[in-house]
Nanobody, 120 residues
Framework: QVRLVESGGGVVQAGGSLRLSCAAS????????MGWYRQAPGKQRALVSR???????NYVDSGKGRFTVSGDVAKNTVYLQMNSLKPEDTAVYYC??????????????WGQGTQVTVSS
């Protein structure tokens, strides 16, 4: 079992920045990749970025150039630095962990989520 705990969400004005943190505990040696998803009101949960145990990083288009994922999967932590935030970035952000990324990032574990609200 893996437990993920996020922190760092909050309310920020458009153009501002936030840094989300995620710490994993439990059977952490089994994690192959960690990442961030977000779910805006009325929308499906969507991938923001992920980082593998080997350090490979991917971003989806919505965050490229503004969001930076960092951390060390082997050390059980991952971060999401979000700059130049826009109102459309408002969502619940979830940390996720995948035990096997052979078929792509398909999380096996989820955090409880942290709310990010960007005011205009």
């Amino acid at each position: 079992q893996v437990r993920l705990v996020e922190s760092g969400g909050g309310v920020v004005q458009a153009g501002g920045s936030l840094r989300l943190s995620c710490a994993a505990s439990g059977s952490i040696f089994t994690i192959s990749a960690m990442g961030w998803y977000r779910q805006a009101p009325g929308k499906q949960r969507a991938l923001v970025s992920r980082i593998t145990r080997g350090g490979s990083i991917n971003y989806v288009d919505s965050g490229k150039g503004r969001f930076t994922v960092s951390g060390d999967v082997a050390k059980n932590t991952v971060y999401l630095q979000m700059n130049s935030l826009k109102p459309e970035d408002t969502a619940v952000y979830y940390c996720a962990a995948d035990l096997d990324i052979v078929n792509g990032f398909s999380p096996d574990y989820w955090g409880q989520g942290t709310q990010v609200t960007v005011s205009s």
